[in-house]
């Protein structure tokens, strides 16, 4: 069975951090790129960051460029995205999910992502 199980999210203060992971299972982990997208109420989803298989190489939207960064330990089967300098407009339910482009070429259109999790809440208080 594929799983990808998100966890690290909660309440933060305007300014902190989070670590957030996903746990992947039930498919070849090495075969995939792992994106994180989130979706805040009342708005679309939308990628966050990226992580190719191939050569970990990082992809980022705008918005978390220099405060995210997202890293791989494909031991574990799993990806991490470390969220620092948090702002109240990055609440939002993160999700990983899972793209067989392993370059990470199908970033961010959700369409191209074939796994996902359910998602973990993040909430900053300003």
């Known amino acids: 069975e594929v799983q990808l199980v998100e966890s690290g999210g909660g309440l933060v203060q305007a300014g902190g951090s989070l670590r957030l992971s996903c746990a992947a299972s039930?498919?070849?982990?090495?075969?995939?790129?792992i994106g994180w997208f989130r979706q805040a109420p009342g708005k679309e989803r939308e990628g966050v960051s990226c992580?190719?298989?191939?050569?970990?190489?990082?992809y980022y939207t705008d918005s978390v460029k220099g405060r995210f960064t997202i890293s791989s330990d494909n031991a574990k089967n799993t990806v991490y995205l470390q969220m620092n300098s948090l702002k109240p407009e990055d609440t939002a339910v993160y999700y990983c999910?899972?793209?067989?482009?392993?370059?990470?070429?199908?970033?961010?259109?959700?369409?191209?992502?074939?796994?996902w999790g359910q998602g973990t809440q993040v909430t900053v208080s300003s």
């Open positions: 999910a899972a793209d067989p482009l392993i370059d990470g070429l199908g970033w961010p259109t959700l369409a191209a992502y074939d796994y």
């Open positions: 039930g498919f070849t982990f090495d075969d995939y790129a």
């Open positions: 992580i190719s298989s191939r050569d970990s190489r990082p």
